[in-house]
């Protein structure tokens, strides 16, 4: 027996000509909680997916409880006691709670036993570690909160001692964060081994003891939480320093270039989506929309954006009135000076298989700018590409290279590009930095602020609170469509956003 | 047109035998699609497995050893089809119409070169032919009214085939929902990623099903061939590969409202054939033509959406490509 839980030594890997790791080394101490951190693409779940046997090491030894163990398959991880939450839960979404967590880990041909030795399992588990859960109830039905501690338990059913978390937090409020954590200190205690991966230093500071910091694919150190800080952890992360707080001289609001007046908006299904939304967004501020997701942030951006009519109410935006009879669409929003930067950039902002020029027009490509008689103006387009790229810092800055071969932060970088180019004087926002690297996140944030300064009304939809809190003048909070809260942004922090966001003043518990 | 008892009982007892086939190829759809693997090929695999058990009971005169070759048959071309798009992951549609096209034509090839009959098998006498049975106590109590003959004439007198296709479907039921392997088999056609972590081999488990379905429409094939006709000729199946998979569909994936999908379309045959020459009051005599036509105007109005959208396994039709 030894200490280290998990020792990975001289661990590579490489897809095609990327070099995703490089030679790591890695220890992981028994009973520790060990914190992983990097921007996107350093490299961490692609060790994380090695160690669970998803991939396979081009080079490079595992050691489990100082044995060195093969780990081809995930069967491998699984019987080596590794046990992992994936950042994209790996649920079976018509399937019961039950049925997900037996799958794969039976006792016997017949369900009828399996399911009867599960269901006094899952209870010792409940009991222990305060995983409480429905088990009967369908994965589809429950909250993404509760979906992630079926994963969880589903590692724990399996025996694992060593969990892997891939970024577990992106998908949770602010109070289920802080339930999660409290679960791991007590798998904690009881001797589990954790390992979490995760870009949010905050997260890193209050739960780990050790953490390692990666970029580009190689492990650049190894720290004590307690003798480490934020901001050393983000230098570490990007290679330079990082400024964490945004320097932004005070909001000049003028006229008010967006009005919203009893907005409501019933879906085919008769869901309220929108319900008597009031609110204005004044030239050079800029406005945060703070919510979990799936309140009606999404459906009031697509109702501003003229992808969506409203049912009811009234929209002011520019000079354009939106009403339920006088539908418009996006074509003549963006005529009116309106830009907007879709939630969802693979799905709506960029079409991935075009070519970043292509992209770099999209719906501006009616433009005579770009249009002949007949065909368009490929130079143009080309040159007009070439230019954004070089002002937004878009790299690799070639013009012709396929939009969804970018990374996340520079796709971003090219859609705020393209929207920003031609001085909007509304700012429709959608998740700016989501999968966004630190590096990216500071120039993205920097540009929005810069558009506020040029007088741009901005209205920001975001689930980041730090994000709205540093960037917004005035915060708004919505739940189930309706917004139940307005504060500035001075006086708000993560907290009270957070129980706003949850009605949790009404008593509601997940 | 009256309807006597007696007529009724020939239409229901035509309905079963019509359907017979259908539910086999249904039940193998449904092997085939809840792991994922979308399978068109159902028509020619009836189609091979009919000639298969039509030829080898032809030769060696046991319709057992007919049925033998024409699950062999069946399982070799599931086999083919998960080679193309499991293994390789192509497309299964693509491979699933090759292999129609393929039994299609290489029947009759065959067909011609082993009996010199364009095509055909020779035809089969009772022994090596799959016959109805009469089952125990018919006799007996055919002379009770109505119950006694819905005994003799409904449940009694069919092949053993049609027997077994009802023990399919309740099989399948259990398979799919009461045990370990209907669990990883659902679970693989709606999020293979889910089963593969959790250490389960994705291709193993959707060859396995696919194989299921092999033996499966087997046995519909030595039906169509060696149990409602007595040889084979061309194309014979026709199209109830395709029927079923639309059954399959209507039945939303699911094994008894599949079957009873199957008897829909039974019935509508069965119908079909009652009706023709059949005067009916306003409308004068129905064209043969429409009739018959009958069971594919369902399948087209089923399928355009008139039963509610019919939600499909997840992962039905997507090829699993683990990154290296």
Redesign the interface.
Known sequence: MSDVAIELKGISKS?GSVQANKNVDLKIYKGTIHGVVGENGAGKSTLMSIL?G???ADSGEIYVDGKETAIH???D??RAGIG?V?QHF??????TVL??I?????S?????H?IAKAKSEVKKLEQNYGLYIDLNARIDTIPVGQQQRVETI?ALYRGAKVLILDEPTGVLTPQEAEQLFDILRALKKQGTTIVIITHKLREIMNLTDNVSVMRNGEIVANLKTSQTSKEELAELMVGRSIRMEIDKSPAKPGEILLEVKKLGLTDAHGVRRLDNLNFNVRAGEIVGVAGVSGNGQGELLEVLAGMRTCTEGEVKISSVAITPSLATNPKKIREAGIAHVPEDRLKRGLIPQFSASESSILGYHNSPAYNGMILTKTGAIRRHCVDIMERFDVRPQNPDIKSANFSGGNQQKLILAREMDRSPKVLLVGQPTRGVDIGAIEFIHKQIVAMRDEGSAVLLVSGELDELLSLSNRIIVMFDGKIVGEVDAKDADEKSLGLMMTNSHEGASV | MDLSLNDLLSILSATIRLSTPLIFAAMAGIFSERSGVVDISLEGKLLAGAFAAASVAAVTGSAWLGLGAAILTGMALSLVHGFASITHKGDQVVSGVAINIIVSGLTVVLGIAWFHRAGQTPTLPSSARFMSIKLPGADAISQVPFLGEIYTKLISGHNLLVYLAFVCVGLTYWIL????????L??VG??P????????SVDFLRYRAILIGGILTGIGGTYISIAQNASFTRDMSAGQGYIALAAMIFGKWKPTPAMLSCFLFGFLEALSMRLQGVVVPFLGEVPVQLIQAGPYILTVVLLAGFVGRAIAP?ADGVPYI???
Not at chain 2, 177 to 183: Q, W
Request: charge should be positive.
């Open positions: 897809f669970y998803f991939y396979e398959n995930s069967t991880a699984i992992m994936h790996m649920l079976v979404e018509n399937f049925e997900n037996i799958l794969g880990a039976e016997g041909m017949m369900l009828s399996s589903k | 929902f009461k045990t370990r392997f209907g669990l990883r659902r679970a709606e999020n990623k889910a089963v593969d972590t959790a250490g389960i997840k683990k990154e290296r």
